[in-house]
């Protein structure tokens, strides 16, 4: 049951080697270094094993808006409460994007009042009910990064049922990571990008980074020694002043990624501009689908239009912890007004959210 | 926001979970009760595992435990409601260091539930209850309609005794003492979740449920001698909520390194899969004590000749900075906090 390797990627004697030569590699460097990752399961495992608490102090790791669940608009959530209360619908979606506050309610706050919102592991799941449910509109509310988008499109192209359709809420990376290279700043020295993306996307989105704005680029890993080698690896780049991208996540992730699942996501779906909550509107951004599967599309089927929606409440700072801008410990509700049972910011819902997992690993005194 | 509102209007699962909301739904029960103790004993403030009796004129103290037993599905691998009736009762009698006397028994019984099922669960616990030779000397039954109930609960009250000056509270902890672990840990709620529908997950895992007891006989000295300082049975929450139980009424800081705390294979592999933290998962056969550090040798090895306790270790110790806090060393060297649970634990979803 092990992962291949396991025993190396969680070894201390190995984390000691690596974090010597970290030390070392910095002190060539000689100046402060800032590193951003994008994705929750990183912050997740930065976290879980201390990994901030054994880095030299002039390393910094910033968190990026890597969480799908985060970033997903209000007005999309607003969409999926709005069909939700319908008496002919279902709507289904996964665990996380139940509990995220919207404009006005949430859909589990919706689910409490009787409507019917199911979670689901995946669209299969919401494709069976659909069948099992004719009578019914199921609307399939699909949020997440290109790693969940062949899943979505691959039950398009299979012909669903009639009675089914998706909100599709779907976002694009490298558009965001180009998006927060332009933001001046910021000022990252280098990015830290996502494995499970990579996966499926390969390595050749990443190339801009490393040529158009010199910045070096290494595809992690999720277990602490990768993470921590693939900051070793932007470091020793920097020293070089060689700006490439790197596959520190070589067993999982091809060079060219899963050819399949892109031709998927070719066919079913087009990139448009499209708003990320707490970011803006990113050039690329997101996904709609196409013209040819149209009668899927939640959008052009119920002709739901949201007038105004709201998608960071009073007081609350994921705008600027999604950009790493702020840490969590630094917005005055997080700990108090703000928890994982009462969340008020959608950065404390998911356990990939910077706010949920800081809550559960950090506190304000040992950052 | 409407998610506050939402929490002070009704029960959660969460409430029943062992966190920081079960704690709010004590606090809410609990606190307009006009007479909390008896005699000045251990009473319902405390929230210990359980209370005492002192009686007047005797050394000793009658120990009084209560505790509900609901467990989904009701037959699990390595045991059932009847084991986890009288293995959870009298392992709460000895982590207040009290030699387990007797116990009553309540069923409540879902109309339409099964005399077969019935049975196997009354053989268990007769057959527990003799392991542990405790005796079962009073009781009651209610049947609900169909669908009021799901299959069936049992409550349970536990008797034990003990001698008075013998003090294994959570709010005893002292600075320097030595944290032990009896075995691995998570192995029963890694089980139940395994074993649940819709996950698929095929394991060879079964639950630690078993009876603490032959712990308590090989320390009773050290339990006389105030060796021990504290005793806690990781069931809901995990060691997590355990450890910051303590922490919080001691008012010290635990520091944990996570190399010895022991752990299976299978727990580490399906809580890795499901985004779980093994801290935050129930046990139903393992002990944490706090123990004087001149002592703790002794008492581990004690604990280790033990067939249920063998893979035990000293897992960490108590410090003074850093009050009510619990810290892990992690397993490449990183510190991080044990938090509280908030919550009962929730596979991942994407």
Request: aromatic share 6%.
């Amino acid at each position: 049951m092990d992962i291949p390797g396991i025993k190396i990627l969680r070894s201390k004697e190995f984390t000691d080697k690596i974090i010597k030569a970290i030390h070392k590699t910095i002190n060539e460097i000689g100046k402060p270094i800032k590193f951003m990752h994008v994705c929750g399961t990183h912050e997740h495992t930065i976290s879980k094993y201390g990994l901030r608490t054994l880095l030299p102090k002039e390393i910094e790791i910033l968190s990026g808006p890597g969480c799908p669940v985060c970033i997903c608009p209000a007005a999309d959530i607003d969409k999926a409460v709005e069909l939700g209360r319908r008496d002919d619908t279902i709507i289904t979606t996964f665990g996380d994007m139940i509990r995220v506050p919207a404009t006005s309610i949430s859909l589990a706050e919706l689910k409490a009042k009787g409507a019917d919102i199911r979670i689901v592991y995946g669209p299969n799941d919401a494709i069976k009910i659909a069948k099992e449910n004719p009578n019914k509109e199921v609307i399939f509310f699909a949020i997440g990064f290109e790693t969940t988008v062949p899943l979505i499109g691959y039950e398009l192209q299979s012909g669903p049922p009639s009675n089914f359709s998706v909100i599709c809420a779907h976002k694009l990376i490298p558009a965001a990571l180009e998006l927060l290279m332009s933001q001046s700043q910021l000022k990252i020295d280098g990015f830290i990008s996502p494995g499970h993306v990579s996966t499926i996307i390969g390595l050749k989105p990443y190339e801009i980074f490393a040529q158009g704005y010199k910045i070096p680029n290494v595809i992690s890993g999720f277990e602490p020694n990768d993470v921590l080698l693939s900051i070793l690896m932007l470091l020793r780049q920097l020293r070089d002043k060689r700006f490439d991208t790197i596959n520190e996540y070589s067993r999982v992730v091809k060079p060219e990624g899963n050819i399949i699942a892109q031709k998927i996501i070719e066919d079913v779906f087009e990139s448009v501009s499209s708003p990320w909550r707490g970011i803006g509107r990113v050039y690329d951004g997101g996904l709609v689908i196409k013209e040819e599967h149209q009668e899927f599309d939640a959008d052009k089927k119920f002709d739901i239009k949201i007038e105004k929606s709201q998608d960071i409440p009073p007081g609350c700072s994921c705008h600027l912890i999604m950009v790493g801008k702020l840490y969590p410990y630094e917005c005055k509700l997080f700990r108090k007004e703000c928890t994982p049972i009462n969340p008020i910011g959608p950065c404390m819902v998911s356990m990939e959210g910077t706010c949920n997992i800081y809550y559960k690993y950090h506190s304000n005194d040992n950052s | 926001m409407s998610g506050k509102k939402e929490s002070s209007e009704v029960i959660r699962l969460a409430h029943g979970a062992g966190g920081v909301l079960q704690e709010e739904l004590i606090k809410f029960i609990t606190k307009n009760i006009p007479f909390k103790n008896v005699n000045n004993g251990i009473g319902v403030e405390e929230l210990d595992d359980g209370a005492t009796i002192p009686l007047e004129d005797y050394d000793k103290e009658i120990v009084v435990t209560g505790d509900g037993h609901t467990v989904y599905p009701l037959f699990f691998p390595g045991g059932d409601l009847g084991t986890l009736s009288i293995c959870g009762t009298v392992n709460d009698l000895i982590m207040m260091g009290a030699e387990p006397l007797a116990l009553t028994s309540m069923m409540i019984i879902e109309e339409g539930f099964e005399f077969k099922k019935l049975e196997k669960i009354v053989i268990s616990m007769n057959t527990m209850a003799h392991k542990a030779n405790i005796a079962i000397i009073a009781g009651d039954t209610k049947v609900m309609p169909r669908g009021t109930l799901n299959e069936m609960i049992i409550a349970t009250t536990g008797i034990g005794i003990k001698d008075k000056d013998i003090k294994i509270l959570d709010n005893n902890i002292r600075t320097g003492d030595l944290i032990i672990l009896t075995g691995s840990i998570g192995d029963h709620g890694t089980a139940l979740m395994a074993s649940r529908e819709g996950l698929n997950i095929s394991t060879d895992l079964i639950s630690d449920i078993s009876l603490l007891l032959e712990i308590y006989d090989a320390l009773k000295l050290d339990i006389s001698n105030n060796y021990i300082h504290a005793m806690k049975d990781p069931t809901r929450g995990g060691i997590a909520a355990a450890l910051n139980n303590w922490a919080i009424k001691s008012n010290i800081s635990i520091w944990i390194d996570e190399v010895k705390v022991p752990l299976k294979k299978p727990v580490t592999a399906i809580c890795d899969m499901l985004g779980l933290d093994p801290y935050n998962i129930a046990s139903e056969g393992r002990a944490l004590l706090a123990v004087d550090p001149e002592h703790s040798v002794k008492i581990l090895k004690k604990i280790k000749s033990t067939e249920i306790g063998k893979d035990a270790e000293i897992i960490g110790e108590v410090k003074v900075q850093n009050p009510q806090r619990v810290f892990l060393k992690t397993i490449v060297g990183g510190t991080r906090f044990i938090d509280m649970p908030l919550g009962e634990p929730i596979p991942r979803i994407c």
